[in-house]
């Protein structure tokens, strides 16, 4: 998959040049680069699969909004706002950064699109049942440019031609990756993989 967005008559709005800055204020500048990167990768996938491209962008954009914050301040922001769901969260609790990036840009920036929220929520872990912007969300996460990792381009290729597909491949390429390294597996994600991989061959 190119880092390019085709097609060129699309601007982004006011708030989304707004996001931009305050995106940028909020991360070091190699993760405002991959931002940008699952930023043009959702919008390349949306306009391939038909979703709403403006807030494949938005998701894209904001995906990572908690990403550079302590482990210590994801946890109490975590307890705070009841996000934490089970042991693993409070082990690593940069897995939080999701559902509190999630909870942060609806009460900080003011977005309030459920399916950008959920996306943004879920992308590192995933879940079953999920919704389409948050499949698309957490495939570009994986396959954007910058990702080098074995099987990333299969990804990628699968991405572009059958988004039901990929989820699953996403998903066990994630779990794989946790299991070499010998990481725990959030339960979102392997009740995902069941939800996917079942579905996948139905
Ligand atoms: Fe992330
Ligand atoms: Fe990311």
Excluded at 56 to 72: I, K, N, Q, S, V
């Amino acid at each position: 998959m190119t880092n390019k967005i085709s097609g060129g008559d699309y601007q982004p709005c006011a708030k989304m040049r707004e996001y931009e800055i305050k995106i940028r204020e909020r991360l070091t500048e190699k993760r405002y680069e991959h931002v940008c990167a699952v930023r043009h990768c959702a919008a390349e996938l949306a306009k391939i699969h038909g979703l709403d491209r403006e807030n494949a962008e938005l998701a894209g954009l904001l995906h990572d909004y908690a990403r550079d914050m302590d482990p210590e301040q994801l946890l109490a922001i975590g307890r705070s706002r009841n996000l934490i769901t089970c042991k693993v969260e409070e082990q690593f609790p940069i897995l939080l950064h999701g559902p509190v990036g999630a909870a942060l840009v609806e009460e900080e920036l003011g977005v309030a699109e459920v399916q950008v929220l959920e996306a943004v929520a879920l992308h590192t872990v995933a879940g079953p049942a999920i919704g389409r912007l948050a499949q698309m969300i957490y495939i570009a996460d994986l396959i954007a440019a910058g990702r080098d990792f074995p099987g990333v381009d299969y990804l990628r290729s699968l991405a572009v031609t059958n988004l039901r597909q990929a989820l699953p491949a996403c998903i066990a390429s994630s779990i794989r990756c946790c299991l070499e390294r010998g990481r725990l597996i959030h339960p979102q994600t392997i009740e995902a993989w069941n939800y996917y991989s079942i579905e996948r061959k139905e």
